[in-house]
């Protein structure tokens, strides 16, 4: 299996990583190349087997659903590149 | 007593409480250690205020008679875990800035145990890489240099804490292992590297890379240390839902070098097409050290090993991915600079682009395109089928009786800092073959340097155990190293 051009614009896109177009070749080709690396998996018989979930068996632990923590805005925001009046800022958002 | 950094946790526990040396002196020796080492670019940012408050602390403590496990040993923390008020950024310019509010428990359970913090280490950005190349600080370098004086990586992704350790710039340091990333450093530099089981050792306040395959871990100089440091670091902890709910045991009275009848199996699936001669005979001289301890050796076979590898490179790019969505340019670290008119996917697009290096990149793109619609089963639900074909073989050894597995740690001795300059990525993924099998199947590994390639090199072998089987897997490792008798150390250069 190989990627074109335009599905490594389109992982990109996903991925919200910007890629300059004169890049999208070399791009394709790496991913590409992993791909191909992968493509070993389709060797092994796997008819019947579960697809492992947690590699330890063990149940996941429970606890009170209560409020166990929170009440520092300030740190939360201390690491924000733009924070403004106790809320995180981003660019202006317009749908 | 002089080149106190040279010192083992366990001798430096021992002079301390026998008054010997002061912490402050222990911690002094490491600083001036790590102010010379700038050429090895292990410690990335240094906390020598804290360290020697610590080290103070330290001493009061040992006086009052009050000393737990590891009081006033200094010791280096690498960058993959938060530190509260200390620059955390997992080697990536996405972080550049980013001091945490709070702790790792790892690191706290270390400052609870009395270890003194010297600074953060070196690594491949965000744990990703196999020669601690891919750092926004630099590379790191190994101590050690090969015959003809090239540089060689120390690596990866822990890099920076082997070569620390190696170079005694501190007597113990963490390191964290997804897919090799104790192991393959500790058997490049010539020291110990233990990986433990999924969830002995909390992932709360790591930075993330592949959650179902992290595990932190101990670096140092002696598998007893290795001991000591685990016991330190491990804790049941409520804030890890993946934490395992199983009480700590003293590592270091498990020590006893007696592992008669146990049985030791050697995958035969490992003996891979063109291993170096040197890595094979190494590989029969630890068979033949733990059968003069009295183990009985065993051929086994680990069928699905072969496939370790392109498994592990699908789960954790698509676990990468999804974890590293977090660095948005919103809440923490870097964000780009906009231009007029950008919008917030232009925001995001930006940052991350500008935030994450190259291999980086390429595996948070890997693990979108295999978690997206269409390619989700093809690709990461076969890959998770075959991790539980891989455990399946290991089940299947030690229910037949195994009690441990033997295996080279590595491909090779280390290599030219830059060799992998001009591979292809899957190259550079090939140094873990022998270490990803056992992060798949969440099992516990161990690397102990063993011998010497005909440059001089270290190798290591490492040893896999059974599950929350640290005690007796470090135990095996013990009577390794003590038949190996590895005392080389590099030649200081730096």
């Given at each position: 299996m190989s990627i074109t051009e335009d599905e490594a614009r389109k992982v990109a896109h996903l991925a919200r990583i910007a890629v300059e177009d004169e890049a999208l070749p070399a791009l394709a080709r790496e991913l590409s190349g992993i791909l191909q690396f992968m493509?070993?998996?389709?060797?092994?018989?796997?008819?019947g087997v579960e697809p492992m979930?947690?590699?330890?068996?063990?149940?996941l632990k429970r606890r009170e659903d209560v409020v166990t923590t929170g009440g520092m805005p300030d740190k939360i925001l201390a690491n924000a590149p733009d924070a403004r009046e106790g809320f995180f800022a981003v660019p202006k958002v317009v749908e | 007593m002089s080149d106190l950094n040279t010192l083992t946790i366990a001798d430096a526990r021992d002079a301390l409480s026998g008054g010997e040396v002061t912490s402050v002196e222990l911690t002094e020796a490491c600083l001036g250690a790590i102010g010379a080492s700038g050429p090895l670019n292990a410690f990335v940012h240094g906390t020598p205020e804290k360290a020697m408050e610590m080290a103070r602390a330290a001493d009061a403590r040992i006086r009052a008679g009050d000393a737990v496990a590891m009081t006033g040993i200094p010791v280096g923390i690498k960058d993959v875990f938060c530190v509260k008020g200390v620059p955390s950024q997992a080697a990536s310019r996405i972080l550049e800035g980013f001091t945490p509010e709070y702790e790792s428990t790892v690191t706290q359970n270390l400052w609870n145990a009395g270890a003194v913090m010297l600074g953060k280490l070196n690594m491949d950005e965000f744990a990703m890489g196999s020669t601690n190349e891919a750092s926004c600080y630099g590379r790191a370098v190994n101590p050690w240099k090969a015959a003809d004086g090239q540089e060689l990586t120390p690596g990866g992704s822990s890099g920076g804490s082997a070569a620390a350790v190696a170079a005694d710039l501190c007597l113990g340091a963490t390191g964290t292992d997804t897919g090799g990333s104790i192991r393959q450093p500790a058997a490049f530099t010539g020291t110990v590297g233990l990986r433990p089981t999924y969830g002995r050792v909390s992932r709360w306040g790591v930075i993330a890379y592949a959650s179902s395959l992290d595990q932190a871990g101990p670096m140092t100089k002696t598998v007893r240390d290795a001991a000591i440091m685990l016991g330190a670091m491990a804790s049941v902890d409520p804030?890890?839902?993946?934490?395992?709910?199983l009480p700590v045991p003293d590592y270091e009275s498990l020590l006893t070098g007696d592992i008669r009848g146990k049985k030791i199996g050697i995958p035969r699936e490992y003996r891979i097409d063109g291993m170096p001669d040197d890595i094979a005979a190494l590989w029969d001289k630890g068979a033949d050290m733990l059968r003069n301890a009295g183990a009985e050796i065993v051929d086994i076979s680990l069928p699905h090993t072969k496939y370790a590898l392109p498994a592990y490179y699908v789960i954790a790019p698509a676990e990468a991915s999804s974890n590293l969505a977090r660095y948005d340019g919103v809440r923490y670290g870097r964000r780009a600079r906009l231009g007029h008119g950008d919008g917030i996917v232009e925001m995001y697009e930006k940052t991350r682009a500008e935030g994450f290096g190259p291999e980086v990149q390429r595996r948070i793109m890997i693990g979108t395109y295999v978690l997206s619609a269409g390619f989700y089963d093809a690709y990461y639900n076969r890959a998770r089928k075959v991790r539980a074909l891989i455990k399946r073989d290991f089940d299947t050894a030690y229910a037949d009786g195994i009690d441990a597995i033997l295996a080279p740690t590595t491909p090779s001795a280390a290599f030219a800092?830059?060799?992998?300059?001009?591979?292809?990525?899957v190259a550079m993924y090939l140094q873990d073959v022998f270490t990803v099998t056992l992060n798949l199947a969440g099992l516990p590994g161990i690397s102990v340097p063993v011998g010497q390639d005909k440059q001089g090199l270290p190798l290591g072998l490492q040893l896999i155990g059974r599950p929350f089987e640290e005690g007796e897997l470090l135990n095996q490792a013990l009577v390794l190293e003590r038949s190996a008798g590895f005392v080389a150390k590099p030649q200081r250069w730096w």
């Open positions: 493509e070993q998996l389709n060797e092994v018989d796997v008819e979930t947690g590699v330890i068996p063990m149940r | 804030q890890d839902s993946t934490s395992a709910d800092l830059g060799a992998m300059d001009n591979s292809d990525p």
